[in-house]
């Protein structure tokens, strides 16, 4: 029996672009959309990160990234809060709506507020259910079976 031991991803800060690129060609193929690059600023945010999760966390930040992105490239503003630390970035604006902010009135019943969750991240997938679910942390099946229910 042979045994490999790989490093953690951060303990590799210098293989995170490489491997950052490569995600975002799987995923720009895979959610059919036109983005090419990662910004210089979105990338020293990810080279900074300490990917506790390692190569799958940082899989699942540009798959994200490239769903929720308005751009041709990623930006620190398509990356999660978490990983963007202290570095600004936050959507505010016209797209704020359609970005990571969701206005909810205040004595909205959170079925409604479910509801609403749900579709907007549908809707910034593009109606990918798996993505949604996995955006959301649920199942997809949930997302059926709560949009399918009467309010």
């Known amino acids: 029996m042979i045994s490999i031991t ?5 303990e590799r800060p210098e293989d995170i672009k490489e491997t950052a690129m490569h995600f975002l060609r799987l995923s720009t193929k895979k959610h059919e959309k036109n983005i090419t690059a990662i ?3 979105a990338m020293s ?3 900074r990160h300490a990917w506790p999760g390692n190569v799958r966390e940082l899989s699942n930040v540009i798959e994200r990234a490239v769903v929720l992105a ?3 490239s990623i930006e620190p503003a398509d990356l999660p809060r978490h990983i963007q630390g202290g570095h600004g970035g936050a959507r505010t604006g016209p797209d704020a709506a359609t970005g990571t902010v969701i206005p909810v009135p205040l004595g909205t019943p959170l079925k409604q507020v479910e509801e609403m969750l749900i579709r907007k991240t549908l809707e910034a997938t593009d109606g ?3 993505m949604t679910a996995r955006l959301l942390g649920i199942h997809s099946r949930t997302i059926c079976r709560k949009l399918d229910k009467p309010v």
Do not use: G, M, N, T
């Open 6 to 10: 790989v490093p953690a991803l951060r």
């Open 39 to 41: 910004s210089d600023a």
């Open 45 to 47: 945010i990810l080279v």
């Open 70 to 72: 308005r751009a041709a």
């Open 128 to 130: 990918d259910k798996s």
